[in-house]
């Protein structure tokens, strides 16, 4: 079936994904792995003996590169596999909004994990990822995929204002004022030892 469209500059996209691996052969991802993630877990000696032994991919996620505008859609989907650094799990380096008010939605298509959520003013809010559920992100929260499965990747869908932009710094420098980390076999939000106010 063809496309149409009455706008000749507008071109409708279709991409497949794998829904059992989140990858897509549409263009490659973008990876990252232990030593992308310096200062960003708690427990720095773990992490460095990590990356020493095995520099393990952690998670990966595409950039279809849409245009920077408020009128686009930026979307894809992040993989972030199993494992921990110390007693903390896997998980993305989390990011502010450059457009700070700019929210994403996310919806997990396999695994299990949480999101983790922080506002400027310190408000913190946690949500669980399972297959079919969504989780909106409002805007001004940073955000933080954790995965939280001894063996399965957290695969999910995410989309955003195409001028929303990632701002790293402040996480970077400051770090989430909670990290999750395994305790008897379960996930438990703590208080950031390394937060800096
Ligand atoms: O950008 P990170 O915090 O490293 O997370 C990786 C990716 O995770 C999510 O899927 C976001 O929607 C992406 O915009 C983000 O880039
Ligand atoms: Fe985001």
Redesign the pocket.
Known sequence: MSTTSLDPTVTAVATQFDLATGLTEARPSLQ?RLSDMSGMYADTAALSAAVDADDVLT?E?YDFGVPSLETEVAY?T?ITYPGKVGDEYFM????FHTRLESA?IYLCLSGQGLMLMESPEGDVQVEEFRPGRSVYVPGRYAH??INTSPDEPLI?F?A?PGDAG?DYGTIETKGFRRIVLERDGAPVLVDNPRWQS
């Open positions: 990252r998670y996620f894809g992040s993305t380096k989390g990011h994403e933080r995929s999910t995410f955003f990632h």
